[in-house]
């Protein structure tokens, strides 16, 4: 990643790759892009080489513990990221979710 004056940037070969649409890290921490820049609306689950993570206004949500829902289910995090060693039950918005290893289905 790289900055100017109109925002961060993910480059590839010396040059913004408008194709790229995931999380990559810069030394302020993993960012969220879409086509090439920082999105500063995403808000959802995202991954990286260390596991799935809750993204607000583009960066990892360290606060963010409760149920967030990806293309594979429902999943429970906690400071952030999806906690593999919870298993239980949550209540959250009306709903309850049998959490069995972070996850709770589909």
Do not use: C, H, R
């Not at 109109?6 to 999380?23: A, E, L, P, R």
Request: no cysteine; hydrophobic share 35%; net charge negative.
């Amino acid at each position: 990643m790289a900055q100017n004056d109109y925002g961060w940037w993910y480059i590839k070969n010396g040059t913004v790759d408008w194709s790229f649409t995931g999380m990559a890290e810069n030394p302020y921490g993993w960012w969220y892009l879409t086509n090439g820049t920082v999105d500063w609306n995403y808000e959802g689950m995202a991954e990286n080489p260390l596991g799935w993570w809750y993204i607000k206004n583009g960066t990892v949500d360290w606060n963010f513990t409760g149920m967030a829902q990806n293309q594979y289910g429902w999943w429970y995090l906690t400071n952030g990221g999806v906690n593999w060693n919870f298993t239980g039950t949550i209540e959250q918005g009306g709903s309850i979710f049998n959490v069995v290893n972070g996850y709770a289905g589909s």
